[in-house]
T-cell receptor
Framework: NAGVTQTPKFQVLKTGQSMTLQCAQD?????MYWYRQDPGMGLRLIYY???????DKGEVPNGYNVSRLNKREFSLRLESAAPSQTSVYFC?????????????FGPGTRLTVT | GQQVMQIPQYQHVQEGEDFTTYCNSS?????IQWYKQRPGGHPVFLIQ?????EVKKQKRLTFQFGEAKKNSSLHITATQTTDVGTYFC???????????FGAGTRLFVKA
């Protein structure tokens, strides 16, 4: 099992460019999450998907959109990147009922917006 | 909204010294989880506490959940260089789905 995979690992964008971060999990989990991690601020929830077909805003959703493509895949889109979106982005998944929402994280995408 | 505060932000210790990080929530939690993130890595689940006053141990790590279910702590006895990294607490509110992470405590261990 690969667990949670994310692509790309690194990305540099110019202000105003768009891109989609991809995430996939092979653990048959229902719930998936997108976080951003900035120095000194821990992990902040951007969007989550409690189950296939549903998505909800987290703490910091502005400037982002998500798509839960199927049970395995959950993508994060930046429509018009801004320098404030420079961060490390982590995707995670969990299965309610299995150790009650323990989250499995992907390796992260390091995004720089210039 | 729910907030989870974690202190200290950084801690430098000599190898063999003990280390403690504290987590406080603005609201009552249904559970609290602890994660460890090695430098350059991703968060990895350590443990979950659910019951009021619960104490769990994993080798040199001791986790506590407060009686009011609003605070928690992680204590490491006799730190080793392999303990370096950032420790996060993450709390889920009662009746809620989202888990809110604390800012983390970064542990440095000097050999």
């Amino acid at each position: 099992n690969a667990g949670v995979t994310q692509t790309p690992k690194f990305q540099v964008l110019k202000t105003g460019q768009s891109m989609t971060l991809q995430c996939a999990q092979d653990m048959n989990h229902n719930s998936m999450y997108w976080y951003r991690q900035d120095p000194g601020m821990g992990l902040r929830l951007i969007y989550y998907s409690a189950s296939e077909g549903t998505t909800d805003k987290g703490e910091v959703p502005n400037g982002y959109n998500v798509s839960r493509l199927n049970k395995r895949e959950f993508s994060l889109r930046l429509e018009s990147a801004a320098p404030s979106q420079t961060s490390v982005y982590f995707c995670a998944s969990s299965e309610p009922g299995q150790r009650d929402y323990e989250q499995y994280f992907g390796p992260g995408t390091r995004l720089t917006v210039t | 909204g729910q907030q989870v505060m974690q202190i200290p932000q950084y801690q430098h210790v000599q190898e063999g010294e003990d280390f403690t990080t504290y987590c406080n929530s603005s609201t009552t939690l249904s559970n609290i989880q602890w994660y460890k993130q090695r430098p350059g890595g991703h968060p990895v689940f350590l443990i979950q506490l659910v019951k009021s006053g619960e104490v769990k141990k994993q080798k040199r790590l001791t986790f506590q959940f407060g009686e009011a279910k609003k605070n928690s702590s992680l204590h490491i006895t006799a730190t080793q260089t392999t303990d370096v990294g950032t420790y996060f607490c993450a709390g889920r509110g009662t009746g809620g789905f989202k888990t809110i992470f604390g800012a983390g405590t970064r542990l440095f261990v000097k050999a």
